[in-house]
């Protein structure tokens, strides 16, 4: 991750509450792909899905950095520092 990234610090699990996203899963909706909060470990859907739950779930508690949770994927994202990262 570039050293301007001040928010790894805050990553404290890796572990994902659950398979899918959890507002979605209440609802009954459905989701594109899925992200994991490496602050708290809330699993929420992508921006391309209609609900967009993990950017709702950063506005709303600040938890700034995500992972993929998709089968094959690595990288995760910080978006305070609108950067991409290796969870790895």
């Known amino acids: 991750m570039s050293e301007a990234c001040r928010h790894l610090q805050d990553i404290h ?32 859907c992508c921006d391309d899905s209609k609900n967009r ?4 779930h950063f506005h709303a508690t600040g938890h700034p950095i995500i992972r993929s949770k998709e089968p094959g994927e690595t990288w995760g994202w910080c978006y305070v520092d609108q950067l991409f990262y290796d969870p790895i």
Do not use: P, Q, Y
């Open 53 to 56: 739950h993990a950017g709702r």
């Open 13 to 44: 699990t890796r572990g994902a509450n659950g398979d899918g996203c959890e507002e979605c899963l209440k609802t009954g909706d459905s989701w594109v792909h899925l992200r994991v909060c490496m602050v708290c470990g809330h699993v929420g």
